[in-house]
């Protein structure tokens, strides 16, 4: 559809606006219709960098804590989470796989069925009904015992983010290489755990560059991710990935990431993901080839000696 602002622009029909229009900061009424909030009256929260304070007898941004009668009550701790986990063979479809280098035996995939973003085009949007069940639950012993059977352990989603806790109990008790696949959105508090209990990737889904168009996109800022990034680089081996939305995520907002990415390290490899699809931006296109090489170039051309582009059999 026409971008409903300058009727000039392609914009998908769940936001209803243009790239062009939400940096310019035309559209924040079609951006708070589409997103759930963050709530900002109540008890605090500070599992993960949302730092909601939730209302009473109001949930919290990711469902999985809530103000039952002026008490916090969550669904998650330490020991127990909400989600799933398989076993996965080596080489696995993980963006990052190609930096680690195994190819033999299993990955431990740990998928957290709740998320700190509200990405319009989520490609695992399975969790939101696993955050709105409150199941499956994930045990810490479980998961535990399960990584005697993998090379390596990865935590995913959905995201680790909101269930930080189980998912750091957990990596500080296997005997495996530990790897992340995050939005970022970590609370401060727990970024020198989870440096510390990390020695495989961390890798970061930087979704976008300009803080108005993430926010429209996924429904919070991207300052803490970008903040978080710079603070792991120094103590983690990282990776980046962005997935390339058809008329919002383009050349210019890839240059803008790879700059900051290359500003801290250069090698620092990058992953540029096509797009499909799915879950409420299913009316835009797959990546086309065209846009996947123009941000390509510009992300070589902002200075990082390590890209690639993935998911290259969604490309038309």
Known sequence: ?????????IASACLK???KCLVEGKADEYILAVHKKVPQNG????????????????KGFCRLRENENGRLISYSNANVAIGEYYFDALPTNCVASWVCGMDKGYNLA??????SF???????AIYHEMAKRKLPLMYADELIEASKK????CFFGGDPTCQIQHAINVAKNVDCIVCWETNGNFSKQFLPKVAEVTNGIVKFDLKAWNEKLHIALCGVS??????????LAKYCKMAASTLLVPYYVDADEVYQIASFIASI??????????????HKMNDLPNTSKKQALECYASAKKAGLKNVRIGNVHLLI
Request: hydrophobic residues 30%; glycine residues 4%.
């Open 1 to 9: 559809m026409k971008c409903i602002i300058c009727n000039k622009n």
């Open 17 to 19: 606006v243009c790239k």
């Open 43 to 58: 008890i605090p929260c500070n599992i993960c960098g949302n730092s909601c304070k939730i209302g009473e007898n109001e």
């Open 110 to 115: 740990v998928f957290y069925g709740a998320c």
């Open 118 to 124: 509200d990405c319009l085009f989520c490609q695992n």
């Open 150 to 153: 993998a090379k390596c352990i």
């Open 222 to 231: 991207n300052k803490n991710t970008l903040q978080n990034f710079e603070y």
């Open 265 to 278: 390290d250069e090698n620092i490899p990058y992953s540029l993901l096509a797009f499909y699809p799915c």
